[in-house]
């Protein structure tokens, strides 16, 4: 693997042969975005990584996080902003995009009028569809919201989102959290402050309580738990984390009893009390036929089960890596699944490198045999009884306990960072 060359580009250059840069969109710490036009004289924007300009011990992290960036950018929604091709130049690899004209939601409703149901709705069916696949965004705010041609909004800047059960911090040699991702105004409580300190779980849930601070913010005019600066921060992650928050400016707006429902149910401090799912607010708006005709669709084919259920790993060191579980029970009614170790003998071993996130006993699996339904418990049996797992495993957004629950056709299960969905084949 080449060693990253620094390379910066200008107005005019020619970028790794195929695009002319036109203008840069914009700068962070770990890359720049270009506005560029390819050999048919058609817009698109390119994102750098500029690992030149970072560590090498964290070179091969970001490139991962880029490259699962580049392939959440290729899930069949009409509402995520779409990637087109991935390469590299002097080392540092780059994401061919589509290019939003309209900027971002928040300098476009500065020019515009704001149908904020119809924003919301598309909103939410590129959330719905990032969930659908085991990843969450983890960063929603109107920034990360680009408006098409069209004036349709999609979601952009998937470089932190990631598994449904990805770690909150990067943590350093001592064990101490480096960095907290995400944006505090959009920050939920158990983002801002993991219970597990700093192996808290991500879930949809995350991305509900970043959908309401927005909408409330782009409909009142400032953020729901009060002034934010670095005096006031303290105060505002206390209301936060306690569910203090404003609620009469939603009496002034549009279809205000829909949206303070909405906004109730998204903020509420507890992950566990808040609405569950994309799909659930979805229900709570009008209908509008356009938008649910171009929606994302899930694939049907993993929606049947003639032959038996399967786990796919949607995100882990084995991405795509197939498990077919009537084929591992052998005359068996159980299935066990924990870390690759050679301590543990696991019937499903997980492979995990570079994270210890995933138990030895972490979970089992169980068919009945009279109704064919598959469950999924925490936690193994071991000779010293029944032993749960260290960070918990979940299905969707709901915690499993030793009892367990049943899964279905369509379920993200989360085992540490690996992400399993649940198909049919």
């Known amino acids: 693997m080449q060693v990253p060359e620094r390379c910066d580009f200008y107005p005019g250059d020619l970028f790794d042969s195929k695009y002319r840069i036109e203008r840069s969109l914009g700068e962070g710490s770990f890359g720049t975005v270009y506005k560029a036009r390819d050999n048919r004289n058609r817009s698109c924007a390119i994102k750098l990584l500029k690992l030149w300009a970072v560590p090498p011990e964290v070179c091969k992290n970001l490139r991962n996080r880029f490259t699962m960036e580049f392939g959440t950018g290729q899930i069949k929604c009409d509402y995520l902003v779409h990637s087109y091709a991935y390469g590299e130049v002097k080392g540092n690899p780059y994401i061919l995009m589509e290019f939003c004209p309209n900027g971002d939601l928040r300098s476009y409703l500065e020019r515009n009028d704001a149908d904020y149901i119809r924003i919301g709705r598309q909103i939410l069916y590129g959330l719905s569809a ?15 919201v680009l408006i098409r041609a069209d004036g349709t909004a999609v979601l952009t800047d998937f470089g932190i989102s990631g598994d449904q059960n990805k770690r909150m911090t990067e943590r350093g040699m001592m064990g101490k959290p480096q960095q907290i991702f995400g944006t505090y105004p959009y920050m939920p409580p158990e983002q801002v402050n993991p219970p597990r300190g700093g192996q808290a779980t991500v879930l949809p849930t995350t991305d509900i309580f970043s959908f309401g601070v927005m909408m409330y913010e782009l409909m009142v005019g400032r953020l729901p738990f009060g002034e934010l600066n670095a005096d006031t921060l303290a105060k505002y992650l206390y209301n936060g984390k306690n569910g203090i928050w404003d609620r009469k400016p939603l009496d002034r707006i549009l279809n205000s009893s829909i949206w303070k429902d909405i906004i109730e149910g998204c903020l509420r401090p507890d992950f566990k009390q808040r609405i569950q799912s994309a799909d659930s607010i979805i229900k709570m708006l009008p209908e509008d036929k356009a938008d649910m005709d171009r929606s994302f669709v899930e694939d049907s084919g993993i929606m049947k089960a003639p032959n038996g259920f399967s786990l796919r790993i949607m995100q882990g060191e084995e991405y ?26 696991n019937m499903i071993p997980i492979k995990e490198t570079y994270s210890r996130y995933i138990s030895r006993h972490h979970c089992t699996l169980e068919k009945d045999d009279l109704s064919g339904n598959w469950f999924i418990r925490d936690g193994q049996w071991t000779p010293d009884g029944w032993k749960l797992s260290l960070n ?7 915690e499993v306990d030793k009892y367990g629950i049943q899964f279905n056709l369509g379920d993200i299960i989360s085992i540490g960072d690996v992400k399993l969905r649940v198909e049919g084949y």
């Open 130 to 144: 990032l969930h659908s696949c085991g990843k969450v965004h983890r960063d929603l705010k109107p920034e990360n």
């Open 320 to 345: 795509g890596k197939v498990y077919y579980l009537d084929n591992f029970l052998k005359g068996r009614l159980l299935l066990t699944v924990g870390r690759n170790d050679t301590d543990t003998v």
């Open 392 to 398: 918990g495993t979940f299905v969707n957004s709901t």
